[in-house]
């Protein structure tokens, strides 16, 4: 008796779980404001200033989805996730997206059952090595000993790469990239491997950025991008879209500065007039306003703003665009068609 | 007697020496040092050894601290100044970090025309320990005490003030129901009834009767969410809350488990012994991800409440093991003292019992608060940005990334601050309540 209870409940709970699952946009509509998971804390990515307001290149996505959805970029709910709890707090539906620099692997999405909706940012493990060392490739760092953060994704690729040169390293295991760092400048380790752009962002913040520097060899792909659950076609696709939208946006020219004047009248470009509303019915189609995408531009503007904004060559991360360059520009950022 | 002596003894004394000053090298400083400090070459050594690892350390942190930078917009900025002052950059603080982000370091994000409230639940709650904690303060206080839990929900978390007072009145509720049906149904039949009254008041009526009572008299806050706080703040939160409740329920759980009655001693060493197997960490797991999967979506059981209790159960275990402790330091003549007086179980527990169990384990109760107390920083691993959360978070500020030790420093010392007064007080309380005459 009491297990059939106790199975009735799972039941109910289930179907209530797959009835919200499948209208996330009814329910974030309802709600008023877009559950968010970002980074508890990642320089230039997700970051909360000294009021407690949320900025970044990836809290950016989670804005410039709540102005699509919302029409309003701070009808925002950010969650700080951790690398422990981002994806439970994803497939339990307490976050309606997740924008935490999150590689896209094949177990993530298949498995953990997320769709990931893009690429926003194309990362890759790279080293840092001291100029004293007089080291130009990771391939002469045979013996070195090398911090790593355990139980990621580069600890693993760092014995892959080892492994394939055919060199010997000695691992020093860390548990966060603070302590990496603190590890790194006090010698313990010839070198220190994580993603690159946070390399760069570390450097930066050396007493002598200028002694240390970042070795050429990428060795590893991380594609880095936000995600939803399984089950939702519909919400994915808001989502997806509206990072094509940014991307687009540069792509055409389409700025913060410039999209008010542009969507205020039909231009002769007719792909600019179909995103910003103008033309066709491509919102409708999406089921959202019109001039969603209008909405996810103002914002904080297309996807080159956001990158000059939080992570470009200007600001203190100094991240140069290299992969993420419009494809017209020789990079990997793209977006389908709006058509 | 004298004439006696005069005979056998040569000479006698017949007044007294003048009181001379103790030598030079007995008194003063240099009395001391000798008495304390260099006394066989050992210790000497020692000493010396450790004076100068001593003055190593101040030479470095001092300068350190004292020669610091307080007004910049940025780590960077910081340099240059340290730099322009000392000729490097190395070895000089930037305490403008906490100039700038001491508010979130001590509130979070809670908005700050609010900070008042945070900062008026904290007084109250000095008030409202003071009777428990000092002979002195009036026992007319204990009702501050009583509401005290309830002012605190409603300061911090805000909204109308009737959800507070009606959860309080199912405790009143099961007051007078134990009371008044004590003497016709028994005291037994009188606890059940009241408790499932109060139990049906709290799960169906208490949301619509708050509700009907704000919406006809509406008296409340603005009310903030539990993602908005955060900080040292948090810290006490957890602290306090773990700290209030896990002493009595601790000793229930003790009690219970030296009971002779099968399935309630079962059922506490079964929750003592689980709950101390398992790491703390593994419960915050538990709170912060697993009860989300089990729970319908869109169930807003807030995450401080899941962390508040997970913390205060996990304190529960160790505080009756410690408890438990005390009671088996008792004398079996002291149990048996009390019951040929004519005491029941209850009074015998309350009047003879347990202040001399509480008594003796009070270096141990002292120590599991301060360990909670220090334990609430784990909180930061499922994503809540308790101080220590918070310094990655504003390191992730791109012009405070590389900012460690001022950081690290400002919460340790404020976290010194509070431990460091639990200890001394237990001290106190301590030399209050000695009772033998050493």
Known sequence: ?339 | MSDTHGETVRFVRETMLPEREPPTSQVGLLGWGRDNLFTGPFNTIVTIVSLVLIGYLLAGLLPWMFQSVWRADSLSECREIATATWGQSEGHACWAVIRERWPQLLFGFYPSELYWRPILAFALLIVAVAPVLFPWASNRLLAVSAAYPFLLAWLLWGGSIWGPVMVAAGFAILYFGVTLLSGRIGALGALIVAVVAALLWWLFAVGPVAGELARLIPIGLEPVESRDFGGFMLSILIGVVAIGCSLPIGIVLALGRQSDLLIVKALCVGFIEFIRGVPLITLLFVASTLLNIFMPPGTDFDIILRVMIMVTLFASAYMAEVVRGGLAALPKGQYEGADSLGFDYWQAQRLVIMPQALKISIPGIVSTFIGVFKDTTLVSIIGLLDPLGLTNAIRADTAWNGVYWELFGFIALLFFIFCFGMSRYSMYLERRLRTDNH
């Not at chain 1, 935490?100 to 493990?125: A, C, E, H, I, P």
């Not at chain 1, 130009?136 to 045979?142: F, H, N, P, Q, R």
């Not at chain 1, 000695?170 to 006090?186: C, D, F, H, K, R």
């Open chain 1, 1 to 339: 008796m009491r297990k059939s209870v106790f199975l009735g409940a799972l039941t109910v709970a289930g179907l209530a779980a797959g009835a919200a699952a499948a209208a996330t946009l009814d329910d974030v509509k309802a709600r008023g404001t877009l559950n968010c998971g970002v980074s508890t804390g990642l320089a230039g990515f997700s970051s909360p200033d000294a009021n407690g307001n949320w900025e970044g290149f990836d809290v950016a996505v989670c804005r410039a989805v709540a102005a699509a959805v919302l029409g309003d970029q701070s009808a925002v709910e950010f969650v700080p996730t951790t690398g422990k709890t981002r994806f439970t707090a994803l497939s339990s539906g307490e976050i309606d997206m997740l924008s935490r620099n999150t590689t896209w692997t094949f177990s993530r999405d298949n498995d953990l059952k997320f769709t990931f909706v893009g690429v926003n940012y194309y990362d890759g493990q790279g080293f840092i090595v001291p100029k004293a060392l007089g080291v130009t490739s990771a391939k002469e760092l045979d013996g070195a000993t090398v911090c790593i953060q355990t139980g990621t994704t580069t600890e693993l690729n760092l014995a892959e790469f080892f492994r394939v040169n055919n060199i010997s390293y000695e691992p020093v295991p860390i548990e966060t990239n603070a302590e990496a760092l603190q590890q790194y400048s006090a010698g313990a380790c010839d070198a220190y491997t994580t993603d690159a752009s946070g390399l760069a962002a570390s450097r930066a913040t050396f007493e002598n950025p200028s002694e240390h520097t970042i070795l050429p060899e990428i060795i590893s792909k991380e594609p880095l991008g936000p995600l939803v659950r399984h089950g939702d076609d519909e919400w994915g696709d808001i989502v997806r879209w509206t990072l094509n939208a940014l991307i687009a946006a540069e792509e055409m020219g389409v700025t913060s500065a410039n999209v008010e004047d542009m969507a205020s009248a039909p231009t002769n470009n007719p792909e600019i007039n179909r995103l910003l509303g103008t033309e066709g019915n491509l919102g409708e189609i999406i089921g959202l306003d019109a001039d969603w995408a209008k909405k996810a531009i103002a914002a904080n503007g297309n996807y080159g703003e956001i990158f000059e904004k939080y992570i470009g060559e200007k600001t203190p991360i100094g991240l140069a665009r290299g992969l993420n360059a419009q494809w017209t520009n020789g990079g990997l950022i793209y977006s389908p068609p709006f058509r």
